[in-house]
């Protein structure tokens, strides 16, 4: 599903963000990114979701070489990815309904399939009796939940998550991963970046750390640098 051969990431002002990453995940695995802030987490879920582009080596997604989607391919590639941040980045002028509905709007999908696949999303996350809210009406769970129902209402094959409890308390913290289990139990390759060490390894599934920029250890098993 998910393959890097000899990848780096340089910025422009000659920062390394990744070094020499090589890793593999299957389709159809749940995997924990973690490393301290700084550690290249965000950066590796970015390159996968086209939002920047490699510098150096290789990576495969779902059978397709990244550095050959063009910039016209870049939207049809991100159909297959669903992809949720820390801070949700929800529209607080328009209700919950219309927020998860973007994605399908922007798509061009018909009116009554878009609200087919709403309520299917937000019922998922037990979010189907707010469709009506508006952002700042929820809890900071309920954000979380609804920029999640947002990432997967296009039924994507792939779900990227950056720090998606990092501003919530533990209990809210597991209820989330475990929303993100039951995704991943129907199918979907799901890859989350976060630094709660004591969290993820509670979750008992592989981890990829993150140190400086380089690879640590993948799936378990140390890398020797």
Not at 16 to 24: G, H, P, S, V
Not at 167 to 191: H, K
Not at 203 to 217: A, Y
């Amino acid at each position: 599903m998910i393959r890097f051969t000899d990848v780096y990431m340089h910025y422009g002002d000659g920062a390394e963000a990744l070094k020499r990453i090589n890793l593999y995940v299957e389709q159809g695995a749940m995997v924990y990114v973690t490393g301290r802030s700084g550690a290249g987490k965000s950066t590796l879920l970015r390159l996968i979701a086209l939002i920047e582009r490699h510098s150096r080596g290789q990576i495969i997604v779902n059978g397709q070489n990244l550095e050959r989607v063009t910039g016209r391919r870049i939207p049809l590639y991100r159909r297959n990815i669903g992809f949720t941040f820390q801070e949700h980045r929800l529209l607080n002028d328009r209700d919950v309904f219309d927020n998860v509905a973007l994605p399908l709007v922007i798509s061009g999908y018909r009116h009554q399939e878009i609200k087919k696949r709403v309520r299917a999303s937000l019922d998922r996350v037990g979010l189907l009796k707010k469709e009506k809210n508006y952002p700042l009406q929820l809890s900071g769970g309920e954000q979380q939940r609804v920029g999640i129902a947002r990432a997967v209402v296009h039924r994507p094959a792939l779900l990227l998550a950056d720090e998606p409890t990092g501003n919530l308390d533990p209990a809210l913290s597991l209820e989330i991963m475990q929303l993100f289990e039951r995704f991943n139990q129907v199918g979907v390759t799901v890859l989350i970046a976060s630094h709660d060490l004591a969290m993820i390894k509670k979750m008992n599934k592989p981890i990829i750390t993150l140190r400086e920029g380089k690879l640590l250890t993948h799936i378990g098993q140390t890398i020797s640098e």
